[in-house]
């Protein structure tokens, strides 16, 4: 990766899915430092990829990443529009408050954290306009804390 930066090729050296302990070792083996690490991180994947044998995105890996500067790629961001139990509730609750979907308001309060931006799939213009929206305004304090407090249930291995 150090080659690719030196020769012009890349500007940024990223990773994906990597412990605190595999980023420090990296960083450790590079001279030019990591920018970002890409995980899984959403309303309901907090701490445990779906996909992957990353964990603890929440309570490790993402505080690891804001205090050493490292920005954080949220992955599936709306993890596919899976939102069940205390977590739909809420988002239908502030889906009404601030006349936004469940997506515009799941993405939002993932891109007001220090440190975090994503890209969410868009299979359509529709969709694109939608994650769109969740552009230009932001949460209210309270109603960031309730999504960071919600609990998380999932539904068929989601």
């Known amino acids: 990766m150090d080659y690719l930066v030196d020769?012009?090729?890349t500007k940024y050296i990223g990773m994906?899915?990597?412990s605190v302990k595999e980023m420090k070792e990296a960083q450790a083996h590079a001279k030019h430092r990591i920018a970002v690490?890409?995980?899984?991180?959403?309303?309901?994947?907090?701490?445990?990829?779906?996909?992957?044998?990353c964990r603890n995105m929440e309570s490790e890996?993402?505080?690891?990443?804001?205090?050493?500067?490292?920005?954080v790629m949220a992955s599936r961001p709306l993890h596919k529009g899976v939102f069940t139990g205390a977590v739909d509730a809420l988002l239908d609750e502030l889906s009404v408050k601030y006349?936004?979907?469940k997506a515009q308001i799941a993405l939002n309060w993932l891109i007001s954290k220090k440190g975090i931006v994503?890209?969410?799939?868009?299979?359509n213009e529709e969709h694109l306009r939608e994650n769109m929206g969740a552009l230009g305004w932001s949460l209210d304090k309270k109603d960031m804390s309730r999504l960071?407090?919600?609990s998380v249930e999932r539904r068929n291995g989601a």
């Not at 690490?37 to 779906?50: A, C, E, G, I, M």
């Not at 990443?65 to 490292?70: L, P, S, V, Y």
């Open 7 to 9: 020769n012009g090729l």
């Open 16 to 18: 994906s899915n990597f």
């Open 37 to 53: 690490n890409q995980v899984q991180y959403s309303l309901v994947s907090r701490n445990k990829s779906t996909y992957s044998t």
């Open 61 to 71: 890996i993402i505080p690891y990443c804001q205090r050493n500067n490292i920005l």
């Open 99 to 101: 006349s936004r979907t």
């Open 118 to 123: 994503t890209m969410p799939m868009s299979t």
């Open 148 to 150: 960071d407090g919600v």
